[in-house]
């Protein structure tokens, strides 16, 4: 079945692009920024204090986690 998580951003995971991020299958739904919401452009950067709500499967999720948290240690 299809489930939700949210991702804190900080530090390292700041300034990435929402399109790079999209490489799991999972897809990012909604971005929270300075307490508003809304979707997200493919350009949007990341920037610290936002949350991610990714929307997939257990293995998207999965995968799009394992991506995000090996990319922001560069």
């Known amino acids: ?13 700041a300034g990435r692009r929402i399109s790079d991020l999209e490489t799991s299958g ?3 739904v909604l971005l929270t ?11 949007d950067l990341t920037q610290d ?4 709500h990714v929307l997939g499967t ?8 394992r ?4 990319e922001g240690t560069h």
């Not at 204090?49 to 991610?52: S, T, Y």
């Not at 257990?58 to 986690?65: C, G, M, R, S, V």
């Open 26 to 28: 999972a897809g990012i």
């Open 1 to 13: 079945g299809v489930q939700t998580c949210a991702l804190p951003i900080s530090g390292g995971s």
């Open 49 to 52: 204090g936002d949350n991610l």
């Open 33 to 43: 920024r300075t307490g508003k919401a809304g979707r997200p452009g493919a350009n």
């Open 67 to 70: 991506a995000f948290s090996s």
């Open 58 to 65: 257990a293995e998207q999720l999965t995968a799009f986690d």
